[in-house]
């Protein structure tokens, strides 16, 4: 049948009908009247024989196509009945369409081919010439929407033409109904007073009642607007149900009512903080609810103060500019303290790690965590590439005493190792492409975690313990408080005091940002267990070359923004020199916010920290890296320094756009 189809096939018609009649003008005017009346007659013939056959071609394309198509089937006048058109894949030039096809388009068959741009501009068959079936796009005419179906024949003519064949079907109706039940789709938020327990510390009864009707009444007159349900759960939880169409106004708003409920303060001048999480196109309610717990909970984990909107598959973030305030409870520490000891004693082998080119902080939480272990008589290793860390003075230390012979092992090792009974302890990050050894996440299924950064979309999850506190200065802190509540002062060596002490110092700058009344607590407690502050500034101390090398790297930049310094280096440097630079760049009168990045083979490093009103971490989180407000990084993939760079700057302007 393809051989039949391929002769069908001709070339439009009109320039040989133009040419021949002008040679019968061009005879009429040399006065050759029989001639002329001679070609008028076989012009006329030829004509007359071209919409015979024309006719007898179209019926036999008709009957070709519904004999091809067993989708459709054929009216009583053996034609589609939806719209359709014959076209060639190459150029897109019409060969056939049906009058249904005509009335729709206003395409008119003629002496003259048509391309089917001319008849539906816009409109691509790439998808078709790609082996598809169906348009993945919708074609909207005349205020009507059809889905565009098509096949694709190999006429066996000379040249194998390629053909397609293209099905109209009308679902405007259909689409109507789709749209209304995606826009109406419910939206489950929970709506959670992120310091309600600061905010009536020490108040009498009446005057909570008046904060509660203050803090109600915002809440309220931002809902009102969106038409749905609210209800109260609980003092300081709020459910709020609304409809997907509203949801684009909410964020393009920017969840206004984040920054409205800061105008309600304490009489202790305390302003209150909100976070809302939001769950969005779950196959029910109980799932709806779920997603909106997941946003509510990430919301609280990355410090609170924002609205987090979680779907079947991603979470998107608005707000939490602001920093962070120390909102935590000790009663957290305590029951995380008790779970970890007991699950420590369950297991049969203790795996502790930290992330790649470990810092003094992921090795001091590291150490900690091996107190805990050893006091519950428990085989611990730590997982670390002893080649390529941050630590090294600190680990030439630890290795020297007789109680961590042995401990440091490889993630390699660390897989032959593992069994059943083995349980993970990740410190000082909750992403997983940021560990160690990935592949040693993945094999132990009892994971615990314990971190200060803000978490990022893809945490490490499940865990068996979790104790991520944003609020926290470093994972050190962390840990040390665990040691307060699940060993004694003695159980403690000085070596493991020192390293969580320097792991403090390291993340809070010495004390000088990212530190609340809990760090010095910490502080005081790691001293008397025999930590020294001046070996711990040993520790941090650069040698000369490195030095030098510092103060290259500040020389190198630039100010953006008036307040932004940013140093991009064409040429490799260590994440050592990268961060003490970013430090040291924030010791410049006017800088709030500073950027150090460089190439490192086949990828781009940043080290960004803040003390002003940029949050680093919300600037970095685009470009796939993480961290807190005060102290952030990232990596960049086959990039170059310069399209990094770019980059940046465009998350930058966003950042301060919002």
Not at 27 to 41: D, I, V
Not at 313 to 330: I, L, Q, T, V
Not at 472 to 500: G, M, R
Not at 633 to 651: C, F, H, P, T
Request: hydrophobic letters at 40%; charged letters at 25%.
């Amino acid at each position: 049948m393809n051989r039949k189809l391929g002769r069908l096939l001709r070339p439009g018609m009109g320039i040989y009908f133009f040419v021949m009649a002008a040679f019968c003008v061009a005879a009429l005017l040399e006065e050759q009247y029989w001639l002329a009346a001679m070609e008028t007659s076989v012009t006329l013939l030829v004509f007359m024989l071209y919409i015979l056959n024309r006719n007898r071609r179209d019926r036999q394309i008709q009957q070709y196509i519904q004999t091809a198509s067993n989708t459709l089937e054929a009216t009583s006048q053996g034609e589609s009945p939806l719209p359709a058109v014959l076209i060639r894949l190459g150029d897109g030039g019409i060969i056939w369409a049906n009058h249904r096809f005509s009335e729709l388009t206003g395409y008119a068959d003629s002496m003259m081919e048509q391309q089917l741009e001319e008849v539906l501009p816009g409109f691509s068959t790439e998808w078709l010439a790609s082996g598809k079936t169906e348009c993945p796009t919708d074609a909207t005419l005349h205020n009507r929407r059809y889905r565009v179906y098509g096949t694709t024949i190999r006429a066996e003519d000379a040249i194998g033409t390629m053909l397609g064949v293209l099905y109209f079907s009308d679902l405007t109706e259909l689409y109507q109904i789709r749209d209304e039940y995606i826009r109406s789709r419910p939206v489950v938020s929970i709506i959670l007073i992120d310091n309600y327990e600061e905010l009536i510390k020490n108040l009498t009864e009446s005057a909570i009642s008046t904060l509660n009707a203050k803090l109600g009444d915002t809440i309220m007159a931002w809902t009102e607007s969106y038409n749905g349900l609210l209800r109260k759960l609980e003092r300081n939880r709020y459910l709020f149900i609304f409809e997907k169409r509203d949801l684009l106004r909410a964020t393009e708003d920017k969840f206004s009512l984040l920054e409205n409920i800061h105008e309600i303060t304490s009489p202790s001048g305390l302003p209150a903080s909100i976070s809302i999480g939001l769950g969005v196109d779950g196959a029910n309610f109980d799932e709806g609810y779920n997603f909106a717990a997941l946003s509510i909970e990430m919301a609280l984990s990355r410090g609170g103060d924002q609205a987090v909107i979680k779907d079947r598959f991603n979470f998107s973030f608005y707000g939490g500019r602001n920093r962070e305030a120390d909102y935590r409870s000790k009663v957290r520490s305590r029951v995380t303290a008790n779970s970890l000891m007991e699950l420590i004693g369950q297991s049969g082998h203790v795996f502790i790690m930290g992330h790649r080119n470990a810092d003094l902080d992921a090795v001091g939480a590291a150490v900690g965590i091996a107190c805990l272990c050893r006091k519950k008589g428990k085989k611990a290793n730590i997982v670390i590439d002893m080649e390529v860390n941050a630590s090294k003075k600190l680990l030439e230390e630890i290795l020297a005493e007789p109680q961590y012979e042995g401990i440091f092992i490889s993630g390699q090792d660390a897989l032959l190792m593992a069994d059943n009974r083995s349980i993970l302890i990740v410190v000082d990050t909750n992403r997983p492409d940021q560990v160690e050894c990935k592949s040693l996440l993945e094999a132990i299924s009892k994971v615990c975690v314990v971190d200060h950064h803000r978490r990022a979309a893809d945490y490490i999850n499940p865990v068996v313990v979790n104790l991520h506190e944003p609020y926290a200065s470093s994972a050190s802190e962390l840990v040390t408080e665990i040691l307060l509540y699940a060993v004694e002062k003695k159980d403690v060596l000085p070596i493991e005091a020192k390293s969580l002490l320097a792991g403090i110092c390291l993340d809070t700058k010495f004390f000088n940002v990212r530190t609340g009344e809990r760090t010095f607590e910490a502080a005081a407690a790691l001293r008397r267990m025999g930590a020294d502050t001046t070996e711990v500034k040993m520790l941090l101390q650069s040698d000369f070359q490195d030095t030098m090398a510092k103060y290259q790297i500040i020389r190198s930049a630039k100010l953006y923004r008036q307040e932004i310094a940013v140093a991009a280096l064409n040429t490799s440097t260590t994440r050592v020199l990268a961060a003490q630079a970013a430090d040291e760049l924030l010791n410049i009168s006017g800088i709030t916010a500073s950027f150090v990045m460089y190439p490192d083979n086949d990828q781009v490093i940043i080290s960004a920290r803040s003390i002003g009103s940029a949050n680093v971490q919300m600037i970095l989180e685009p470009l796939g890296g993480g961290g807190n407000t005060a102290t952030a990084g990232a990596q960049m993939k086959n990039i170059s320094v310069k399209d990094a760079l770019d980059r940046l700057v465009e998350s930058i302007d966003k950042f301060y756009e919002q």
